[in-house]
């Protein structure tokens, strides 16, 4: 495209701001997929740091303080959107100076990202796509702002007919208010009054099509900002991962023996007694799962307290750290489902918390509150009786994992997850369960949900083949902190028959079952399993569904035996 003055100084700015907008939306987003640190703005900023002399970053330490990075950051920034501006005004000019001006700044930011200690050659990815972007958003503006159209009279000659003669026909209608907001014509130049203002360039006619400018400009400013947030939200999964890799979980103070062998049958297809992290099912309303530093995460716990407490990470991992085997359950898991999992957990004593806040009597839920805003109501008279109710920062070895509530959740052995294990727990309001309701009693579930006992056949599979002969059927049972006491099975509607336990540590954890006296006879046979928990309860075969409380009813599976 060729010279052109008579677009006015705003929007040649504007086309530039825009560009550079989507230079950095376009980076950013690049550099959360490939490396944050190679967002050439911060590498900028970084290489700006390094290179100012010691006295000059003292006094910006002393005169900003803790916001010295926000205010270089700030400065980097507005220098960009003066430079976006000029090379706007460039490319209007001629496209090719406004190209030109990016293409050198691409290169301060290349150079500033490949300088950076520990970088590689994918870092300059954020940078050239940014660019490349800016680039094609620069050229597209400069079309919507200026289109070329049909020479009303002479003296001016219509060359239209390029690409943008289509558009340029529905745009020059709309040009002629533009112009009259324009800068004063040039001397020498002149139309006459009854036709529609144009402009010329070269010997092409041009006219100003402020619609078409702001909409694309509009256009250009959504894509940065979607880049943009998206580029974000990449890069903050990094940083917490990266965080995450660098806890050192530290030691319980009573740590538990390592579990006897007897805790595990460790036969091929049946869940094993503990639940590989990789393994455990998620249940949760995140649409992306929240990402939380430890470095800002805080506990609140406050209400119906006689000291509200406000708890760090660092404060967490300061009190007297303890383990414990907990299975957690879902109230949504159907009979015979796959919503549980058993971890060995790692945290501190929510009671203990509690207690240093001092819970006042009246008192009878806790409401929790996620990261994202999801509550669970749990009773505090459950938490306080002396059972394993935890804050757990570790699970099976290892830092929570990301997606299992990272940095710190609740986990209360002997409660369905929806009313006890707050992923990303941020907040603990002591209150009372006629005062405030959690996130799923509105929706239809109850406010309390202890765990119901129950069992689950996983060998053989529903619906399996198998031949015949002596079959092994085994599986898991549940009554967590009841502790299970006898697993029954039964094939045909036959008499139930005892199987074999395999040993529990606690009462808050699942145990597996096995029944390896099972002669199968070729044909079609249905399994059926119940359990018995330590208080005497044998599992109900009524069927219930999981809403509002738990779903019941025995396990039962058809297997062919050929
Ligand atoms: N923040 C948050 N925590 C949550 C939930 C949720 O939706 N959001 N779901 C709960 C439910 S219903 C269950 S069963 C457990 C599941 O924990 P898991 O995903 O680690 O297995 O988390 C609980 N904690
Ligand atoms: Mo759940």
């Not at 967590?480 to 395999?502: C, F, M, N, S, Y």
Request: aromatic share 6%.
């Amino acid at each position: 495209m060729q010279s052109n003055r008579r677009v006015p100084s705003w929007a040649s700015a504007l086309i530039g701001l825009v560009s550079g907008a989507v230079a950095v939306g376009i980076s950013l987003l690049v550099a959360g997929l490939v490396k944050p640190s190679a967002f050439p703005v911060v590498a900028v900023g970084n290489s700006v740091v390094d290179l100012t002399p010691a006295p000059l970053k003292e006094w910006a330490i002393r005169t900003f303080g803790e916001s010295d990075k926000t205010v270089l950051l700030a400065g980097i920034l507005l220098i960009l959107a003066a430079i976006a501006a000029a090379l706007g005004r460039a490319a209007v000019r001629d496209l090719r100076y406004g190209l030109a001006g990016l293409a050198a700044f691409g290169l301060i930011g290349v150079v500033a990202v490949l300088t950076r200690p520990g970088s590689g050659l994918m870092d300059v990815l954020p940078t050239l796509a940014g660019v490349g972007a800016a680039a094609y958003a620069l050229r597209r503006l400069v079309r919507q702002a200026l289109v070329p159209v049909e020479a009303p009279a002479e003296p001016y000659r219509s060359v239209s007919g390029g690409a943008d003669a289509v558009g340029a026909a529905g745009a020059a209608h709309d040009t002629g208010s533009a112009l009259s907001t324009g800068q004063p014509q040039e001397p020498g130049e002149h139309h006459a009054s009854s036709t529609p203002p144009v402009m010329r360039a070269g010997n092409d006619l041009y006219a100003f099509d402020r619609r078409g400018l702001l909409t694309g400009a509009l256009g250009g400013v959504a894509l940065a900002g979607v880049a943009g947030v998206a580029g974000r939200a990449l890069s903050g999964r990094a940083e917490v991962s990266a965080a995450r890799g660098g806890i050192t979980l530290p030691r319980p103070v009573k740590p538990l023996a390592p579990l006897p062998a007897g805790v595990d049958f460790r036969i091929k297809g049946l869940s094993p007694f503990v639940t590989p992290n990789n393994d455990f099912y998620r249940v949760d309303t995140a649409l992306v799962v929240p990402q939380v530093d430890p470095r800002d995460w805080t506990l609140t716990i406050h209400g119906m307290v006689d000291r509200p407490v406000e708890l760090t990470f660092a404060d967490l991992m300061k009190r007297a750290v303890v383990e414990a085997d907990v299975t957690l359950c879902c109230v949504s898991n159907e009979v015979g489902g796959p919503y549980i999992g058993n971890a060995r957990w790692l945290g501190v004593s929510l009671a203990g918390v509690l207690r240093d806040a001092g819970v006042q009597k009246d008192a009878d839920m806790l409401l929790s509150t996620s990261a994202d805003g999801w509550t669970a109501g749990t009773p505090v008279d459950v938490v306080m009786d002396g059972r394993d109710s935890l804050l757990a920062f570790g699970m099976n070895g290892q830092p929570l994992p990301v997606e299992h509530g990272f940095p710190v959740r609740q986990v209360v052995p002997g409660l369905y997850g929806y009313v006890s294990a707050t992923k990303w727990v941020t907040d603990i309001k002591v209150t009372r369960f006629d005062r405030d309701e959690a996130y799923w009693t509105p929706r239809g579930w109850s406010a309390k949900g202890p765990i119901k006992t129950e069992s689950r056949i996983d060998l053989p599979r529903d619906g399996a083949t198998v031949p015949a002969g002596k079959t092994v059927v085994a599986g898991v049972a549940w009554a967590q902190h009841k502790g299970i006491d006898a697993v029954e099975v039964r094939i045909d509607q036959g008499p139930w028959r005892q199987t074999r336990l395999a040993k529990a540590p606690t009462a808050d954890t699942w145990r597996q079952w096995v029944l390896d006296d099972w002669d199968a006879t070729p044909g079609s046979h249905t399994i059926e399993v119940r359990a018995t928990d330590a208080t005497g309860y044998t599992q109900t075969g009524d069927r219930a569904p999981i809403t509002p409380n738990g779903a019941t009813g025995w396990h039962t599976i058809t297997v062919e035996v050929a």
